[in-house]
């Protein structure tokens, strides 16, 4: 069993940054891949980074290319995802996962474990 525990999120202007984190524990995250995923109100819970287990291959939603970076550090148990240039278009919970396999599937069900969330509000 892994735990997952985000933190980070908060209100910020449009253009502002945040910087969320997720806390592993129960098992190294070593052994996994990891994602992060957003739910807005009233809307699916869509994929929005996802890094391998070496931190050595990442990818992302076409949304949130170029903005946003997802980062991992195995040593402190820990997988980061800084916004940069937020937009009110990213207002949601934000989600931190793991998967014991790697791949390019992109849906919730690809993951095996997940946290609490974290909420990020964006104004206008």
């Known amino acids: 069993q892994v735990q997952l525990v985000e933190s980070g999120g908060g209100l910020v202007q449009a253009g502002g940054s945040l910087r969320l984190s997720c806390a592993a524990s129960?098992?190294?995250?070593?052994?996994?891949?990891m994602g992060w995923f957003r739910q807005a109100p009233g809307k699916e819970r869509e994929f929005v980074a996802a890094?391998?287990?070496?931190?050595?291959?990442?990818y992302y939603a076409d949304s949130v290319k170029g903005r946003l970076t997802i980062s991992r550090d195995n040593a402190k148990n820990t997988v980061y995802l800084q916004m940069n240039s937020l937009k009110p278009e990213d207002t949601a919970v934000y989600y931190c996962?793991?998967?014991?396999?790697w791949g390019t599937g992109r849906g919730p069900d690809d993951y095996d474990y997940w946290g609490q969330g974290t909420q990020v509000t964006v104004s206008s």
């Open positions: 129960g098992r190294t995250i070593s052994r996994f891949a």
């Open positions: 996962a793991a998967r014991r396999t």
């Open positions: 890094i391998s287990w070496s931190g050595g291959s990442t």
